[in-house]
């Protein structure tokens, strides 16, 4: 399974309204094939800065995704809300509740 962290930074005025679009497409994008659900995180002390944090089957899965029609229209609402760069990463949970996963090295 695939992680992908996205980091927002809005502009601090705009923040309201991201937070109210995302409450209307948020479903549709945790609910996408082989997504396997989504979080949202406001930081505390900036609250203009988000994270998303969704687990995919694979990249393949988050590529049909970032390739959707969803994807463009979502991402073509929220980009002039930004406030700086976005960031993203795609991770795979190497140890998780005191188990390493079967890929780790030091299994």
């Known amino acids: 399974m695939l992680t992908r962290i996205v980091k927002l930074t809005f502009q601090e005025e705009k923040i309201d309204d991201f937070l109210a679009y995302f409450n209307t497409i948020n479903t549709r ?3 996408f094939e082989n997504c396997y659900g989504m979080r949202l995180m406001q930081d505390m002390y900036h609250p203009y800065i988000v994270f998303t944090y969704s687990n995919w089957k694979d990249e393949s899965a988050l590529n049909r995704y970032r390739d959707s029609e969803l994807f463009r229209g979502v ?3 929220i980009k002039p809300w ?3 760069k976005p960031e993203a990463w795609s991770v795979e ?3 998780e509740d005191g188990t390493f996963s079967p ?3 030091e299994n």
Request: net charge neutral; aromatic share 20%; glycine share 14%.
């Open 29 to 31: 994008v945790s609910t």
């Open 75 to 77: 991402w073509s609402t």
């Open 82 to 84: 930004f406030g700086g």
């Open 93 to 95: 949970t190497q140890f």
């Open 103 to 105: 890929n780790h090295p």
